[in-house]
C-alpha cells in the first residue's frame, strides 16, 4: 500500500507540473485530472493484493474519449427523424449539387451533373419511397443508378418505354391516361427538386400552392387575416390543357434561367409522350390525383410567375405609388403623406380621412396552383378595368382559355358566398355594440322559450310511455277474473280477440289499429306521437292554452325584433356610418357543409333523411381498416376545416353521421348489438370521438397536423389527398402472388382491391374529405396492396400517386 501510495503522490505531481506548465487547457482537463485521480486511486486501495501500475494515457487521448463518450449520449437523446425531415434532408443534398452549378446568373448543364448522377438518382428514389411512406431500411427494388445515370448523360433513355396507359373500361369514359413507372417517376422526381431550387425563390408573395410556408392554409389566413372587407371579388375559372403554344412559353420561360438542352430536350419528350399532364382546369391540383403528376405543380407555378407580377403592374397602376401601393389591410398612408395630399387637393386633413374609406383603391389577389382569387376596394369601373387587364393578359400573354361567364360580385350583397380552395369565402356584417343589446334579449327570450319547450315534450313523453305500460297491465289484470277489474269496454274489445292470441300480441294488434286510426305514419317520431295523441289531450285545457300562449308571444317578440333592428341601424349618425364603413363587416370561410352532407349520402354513410347507416362495401375488410377508414374522413376535416368559421356545425357529424355508422358498420359485420359493438372497439383511441370526449380526442390532432402544415411543400398532394372506397376482390391465391402496388415498397400483397369512382366535380371543386376528380379510367382498376398501405391511404398518410397502376400488367 506505500507503493501505491508514494506512486499516486508521484503522478499528482506530475499532472500538476503539467497543467501549470499548460495554463491553456481548459476546465475539461481539471475535470480529467480530478477524475482520473480519484477513480483511478479509490478503486486501487480498495483492491486486496497490490497491483502494477497502469501505463499512463496521453491528455490527447483522454480528452478524444470524453467527445466520443458525450457524442454518443447526444446521440440517444436525439429523436429519430420524420420521414418529411428525411425528405427535406434528401432534398438539401440535391440543392447543393444545384447551386453548385450557378455561375453569372444562370445554372448550367444540370442534366448531366445533378439529374444524371447516381447520387441524387439515389436521393430522388429515397424521396419517391418516404412520399410512400416506405421505410429506407427495407428492402429496395432492384434498380441500378449508376446505369440510368448513363442513360441519360448519353441520351439513351427511353421515355415512352418507361410509360403506360391506362384506358377506360366503360364506353365514353375520359380517355387514356399515360403514368411513368418507377424509373421515370425517379427521374421526374430528381427534376421536381432541380426546378423548385431555381424557381421558388424567385415566386411572388401572391403565390400559395406547392412553396415552404405557404400553401391552402395561408392562402385562407391571408383572405380572411389580410384583405379586410373589399368591394368587388371574383375568381378566374382557366380552362386550358398544353399545346404547343403553351409548351413553347413554358420551355421559353425555363430557358430565362436554365441553359441546359439536353434537359430542355428531355422535357420536351416528356411532353411528347404526354406523361406529364399539366392542364389549366379540369380537377383541382394538390389532392394527390394520379393524373396530376410530380412536376405538373412547379411547372404550373414557372409558368403563371408571370401572371403573378403582372397583378402587380396592375396594382402599381391604378392605386398610384402615392397609395402605398401594399397588402396589407392596416395600412392607411403616412400622415405626412396623407397633409400633403389635402394640401393638393385643396381640403384639409379631416376631410380627408372622413373621405379615405369610399376614394382609397385596393388589388388584392391571391393564386393557389391554378386557383386566382382577387379582390378589389372601389368603384365598379374601377374593378371591371382591373378584371379586364387581368383576363387579357391571361388570353393573350399566356394563351390560357378564361371562362366567359366570370362576373363581378358585390362582397357585401353576396349572401352566398364565393368558392375558393373548396371553401367558401363571406361577407358577414360586424354587428354594432347597440345591436349587440338588443340582440342579447332576444337570444335569452329565445333560450328560454326553447327550454320550456324542451321541458314540455319529455315530460308529455313521459305520460306517454307510462300509458303504455298502464294498457298492457290493465288489460293482463283483466284477464284474472277472481280480481273483478274488468270493465265494459275490455269485454267488449275481448270479443275480437283470437283464440290463443298471447296478451303481448294482442296489446299489440291493438296499437296498429289505433295507429292506423290516427295516421302515424305521418308524423316524425313515436316522440311526437305520444305527446300528441296521448298525454296532450289528458292534460287540461287551461294548462295547454297557458303554455302556447307563452310560446307564441315569445315568438312574436322574437320575429319582431327585425323591424326595431332597422329602426336602430336607421337612427345611427353619419359619423358612425363613417367610421364603420371599412368595418362593417368581417371576412369568413365556411366548410361546405350541404356538400358534405351528399357525399356521405354518396358514399352510404347516411341514408336520403341524414341517418348513418352501414357501408355495404368495408363490410369484408378487416377491423382495422374498416376503423381507419371512418377515422380517415375525421382526420382530412380535421386537417382541412380546423380553422373555419362554422367548425363548431361541422363537429355535430363527427358523432351524429361518421362514429355511429362505423358502429353499424361493425355491427353489421359481426351481426351484434350497436352498444357491444362500442364497447368491443375503443373508437376514441382511432379518432372518432364521442361527444363528451371531444376536445380531449380532437385537440392533439390538430396539434399534430398544425406542425405538420407548416411546410405545405413536403406534404404538396398528401396533406390534402381526399377518402376514396376500395372494395375487396379477392384473397392471397398461392399460385399467383404480388407484391404491393405502391412504389418502393417490396411486401407481399394478401388481398386485391377495386378501386371506385364516386363523383366527378367540375373545377375547382369543392373540399369534402373524398377523392372529388379521380380520373374516370382509374375507376374499378385492381391493385394489390399489403395491410400498412391500405390503412395509410384510408388515413391520409400517403395519396393514390404512390400507387403503381401498371403493376398488374408487366
Not at 72 to 95: D, F, G, N, S, Y
Not at 654 to 665: N, P, Q
Request: proline share 3%.
Amino acid at each position: 500500500m506505500s507503493f501505491l501510495a508514494s506512486s499516486r503522490g508521484r503522478l499528482l505531481r506530475e499532472l500538476s507540473r503539467r497543467r501549470a506548465s499548460r495554463p491553456q487547457r481548459q476546465g475539461v482537463h481539471a475535470a480529467f485530472v480530478r477524475r482520473y485521480s480519484v477513480h483511478h486511486f479509490d478503486a486501487a486501495e480498495q483492491a486486496v493484493e497490490p497491483l502494477a501500475p497502469a501505463p499512463p494515457v496521453s491528455l490527447a487521448k483522454s480528452l478524444a474519449s470524453l467527445a466520443e463518450e458525450s457524442a454518443e449520449a447526444v446521440q440517444r437523446q436525439r429523436k429519430p427523424l420524420t420521414r418529411m425531415e428525411r425528405k427535406r434532408l434528401a432534398e438539401l443534398r440535391i440543392k447543393k449539387r444545384v447551386k453548385a452549378q450557378y455561375l453569372n446568373g444562370k445554372f448550367y448543364d444540370l442534366m448531366g451533373k445533378v439529374v444524371a448522377s447516381a447520387e441524387t438518382l439515389e436521393d430522388a428514389y429515397d424521396i419517391v419511397r418516404l412520399n410512400s411512406n416506405v421505410d429506407l431500411a427495407s428492402a429496395k427494388d432492384d434498380v441500378c443508378f449508376v446505369t440510368l445515370a448513363e442513360q441519360l448523360r448519353s441520351g439513351e433513355f427511353d421515355v415512352r418505354a418507361n410509360t403506360f396507359s391506362v384506358v377506360a373500361k366503360r364506353r365514353g369514359g375520359e380517355g387514356c391516361l399515360v403514368l411513368p413507372r418507377l424509373n421515370l417517376k425517379v427521374v421526374q422526381e430528381a427534376i421536381r427538386v432541380v426546378l423548385e431550387v431555381v424557381y421558388r425563390p424567385q415566386f411572388s408573395k401572391i403565390s400559395h400552392g406547392c412553396r415552404s410556408g405557404r400553401g391552402y392554409h395561408s392562402a385562407l389566413r391571408f383572405i380572411s387575416d389580410e384583405i379586410g372587407v373589399p368591394d368587388w371579388c371574383f375568381t378566374v375559372p382557366l380552362h386550358k390543357e398544353v399545346d404547343s403554344n403553351v409548351n413553347s412559353k413554358l420551355i421559353s420561360l425555363i430557358q430565362e434561367k436554365i441553359e441546359d438542352t439536353q434537359l430542355v430536350a428531355f422535357m420536351q419528350n416528356m411532353f411528347d409522350a404526354k406523361v406529364i399532364n399539366l392542364v389549366f382546369g379540369g380537377y383541382p391540383k394538390g389532392h394527390g390525383l394520379p393524373q396530376e403528376g410530380v412536376l405538373a405543380p412547379i411547372l404550373m407555378n414557372i409558368y403563371l410567375d408571370s401572371f403573378d407580377h403582372e397583378v402587380f403592374r396592375i396594382c402599381l397602376k391604378h392605386e398610384g405609388l402615392g397609395s402605398e401601393a401594399t397588402n396589407g389591410s392596416e395600412d392607411h398612408g403616412s400622415n405626412l403623406r396623407r397633409w400633403f395630399r389635402s394640401q393638393l387637393k385643396g381640403r384639409d386633413e379631416n376631410s380627408e380621412d372622413q373621405t379615405d374609406c369610399q376614394t382609397k383603391i385596393k388589388l388584392y389577389a391571391c393564386r393557389y396552383m391554378d386557383e386566382i382569387f382577387v379582390a378589389v376596394s372601389g368603384s365598379r369601373d374601377v374593378a371591371e378595368d382591373m378584371k379586364s387587364e387581368i383576363v387579357a393578359y391571361l388570353r393573350k400573354s399566356l394563351y390560357l382559355e378564361v371562362d366567359d361567364r366570370l362576373r363581378l360580385m358585390p362582397v357585401k350583397r353576396t349572401l352566398r358566398g364565393l368558392q375558393f380552395c373548396g371553401v367558401v369565402v363571406r361577407v358577414e356584417t360586424k354587428e354594432n355594440a347597440k345591436l349587440k343589446v338588443v340582440h342579447k334579449l332576444k337570444d335569452k327570450i329565445g333560450l328560454f322559450a326553447s327550454q320550456k319547450q324542451e321541458i314540455w315534450d319529455a315530460m308529455n313523453l313521459r305520460v306517454g310511455k307510462k300509458w303504455l305500460a298502464y294498457g298492457l297491465r290493465r288489460i293482463k289484470e283483466s284477464e284474472i277474473k277472481p280480481l273483478g277489474l274488468s270493465t265494459p269496454l275490455l269485454d267488449h274489445i275481448a270479443k275480437f280477440r283470437k283464440e290463443g292470441m298471447k296478451t303481448d300480441h294482442w296489446f299489440k294488434t291493438l296499437l296498429k289499429v289505433w295507429m292506423q286510426d290516427v295516421n302515424a305514419k305521418n308524423e316524425l317520431n313515436e316522440d311526437v306521437l305520444l305527446s300528441k295523441y296521448i298525454a296532450e289531450p289528458a292534460l287540461a285545457q287551461d294548462l295547454r292554452d297557458a303554455f302556447y300562449n307563452f310560446q307564441k308571444q315569445a315568438k312574436d317578440y322574437i320575429s319582431s325584433e327585425t323591424a326595431a333592428t332597422e329602426a336602430l341601424l336607421s337612427n345611427l349618425t353619419s359619423e358612425e356610418s363613417i367610421s364603420t364603413c371599412t368595418d362593417g363587416g368581417i371576412i369568413k370561410i365556411h366548410a361546405p357543409l350541404s356538400y358534405i352532407q351528399k357525399c356521405l349520402h354518396r358514399y352510404g354513410i347516411i341514408n336520403l333523411e341524414g341517418f348513418p347507416r352501414h357501408v355495404s362495401a368495408l363490410v369484408l375488410q378487416d377491423d382495422e381498416l374498416i376503423v381507419s377508414w371512418f377515422a380517415g374522413i375525421v382526420h382530412r376535416w380535421i386537417r382541412w376545416f380546423s380553422e373555419v368559421d362554422n367548425f363548431n356545425k361541422l363537429q355535430l357529424m363527427f358523432v351524429e353521421c361518421v362514429r355511429k355508422s362505423c358502429i353499424r358498420t361493425l355491427s353489421a359485420k359481426y351481426r351484434m348489438y350497436e352498444k357491444l359493438t362500442e364497447k368491443r372497439f375503443e373508437l376514441d383511441d382511432h379518432g372518432i370521438p364521442m361527444v363528451e370526449d371531444f376536445e380531449a380526442t380532437i385537440k392533439p390532432l390538430e396539434s399534430s397536423y398544425a406542425l405538420a402544415s407548416t411546410d405545405e411543400a413536403l406534404m404538396y398532394g398528401i396533406s390534402s389527398s381526399g377518402l376514396f372506397v376500395l372494395t375487396l376482390t379477392r384473397v392471397r391465391v398461392p399460385s399467383r402472388q404480388f407484391n404491393c402496388f405502391v412504389m418502393g415498397c417490396q411486401s407481399a400483397s394478401p388481398s386485391m382491391y377495386a378501386l371506385h369512382v364516386k363523383e366527378k366535380q367540375r373545377f375547382p371543386g369543392w373540399r369534402t374529405g373524398f377523392s372529388s376528380s379521380i380520373h374516370g379510367s382509374l375507376d374499378g382498376r385492381r391493385i394489390g396492396l399489403c395491410t400498412q398501405h391500405v390503412k395509410d391511404l384510408y388515413l391520409g398518410h400517403i395519396s393514390l400517386q404512390s400507387v403503381d397502376f401498371g403493376s398488374l400488367v408487366r
